[in-house]
C-alpha cells in the first residue's frame, strides 16, 4: 500500500464534486435497464472548469492518465465532454495519442478538471434521471427499485 498516493487529498467539500473520470463509471444498475444503462447521457446547468496549466504536467499525472486509459470507455467520454461544451476529443484513442505528452496532459485537464456542479444524468435505456447538486450525483434508488435490482 502506497500511502504517497493520498498526499494531496483534501477533505474540503468544495474539492469533492463529479468530475468526468467519475461520470465514466456511473450507471443505473436496475433491472429494467439489463445491464445497458451506460453512458449516463448529462444535462448540464452549471459546469465549472478548474484553469490550471499545470494539471497533468507532472510525471505522477501522466502516469495516472497512462494507467486510466485502458479502464476508460473512450466513447461514453467523448460523449460527456461534449454535453459539457468540450467537443475537442477524437472519437478513438489511437496508440499514437496514447503516449503523446500534450494530449495526455490536456486529458488530465479533462478528467480531472472539469466538473458537474448541477445538473442531470440521464439513462440511455429507461429514461431514469439522477439529479447531481452541488456536484454530487445521487444516485439512490427508490424503494421499490431496489427490490428489482440485478445482484
Known amino acids: 500500500f502506497d500511502q504517497s498516493l493520498f498526499s494531496s487529498f483534501s477533505a474540503n467539500p468544495a474539492d469533492i464534486i463529479m468530475r468526468l473520470l467519475t461520470h465514466n463509471t456511473m450507471r443505473n444498475n436496475t433491472s429494467e435497464a439489463k445491464g445497458k444503462g451506460f453512458p449516463l447521457k448529462i444535462t448540464a446547468v452549471e459546469v ?3 484553469d490550471n496549466p499545470e494539471a497533468g504536467a507532472t510525471k505522477r499525472d501522466i502516469e495516472f ?11 461514453a467520454l467523448v460523449q460527456a465532454a461534449t454535453e459539457l461544451g468540450i ?4 472519437p478513438s484513442l489511437s496508440v499514437e495519442l496514447a503516449e503523446d505528452r ?3 496532459q490536456a486529458l488530465y485537464h479533462i478528467l480531472m478538471n472539469v466538473h458537474l456542479i448541477k445538473g442531470m444524468l440521464t439513462c440511455p435505456v429507461t429514461g431514469r434521471e439522477f439529479p ?9 434508488l427508490e424503494e421499490e427499485e431496489c427490490e428489482r435490482v440485478r445482484l
Open 48 to 50: 465549472k472548469v478548474i
Open 65 to 75: 492518465v497512462k494507467r486510466m486509459l485502458p479502464t476508460l470507455e473512450w466513447p
Open 87 to 90: 467537443p475537442t476529443l477524437p
Open 102 to 104: 500534450a494530449f495526455l
Open 132 to 140: 447531481v447538486t452541488d456536484g454530487i450525483p445521487n444516485m439512490m
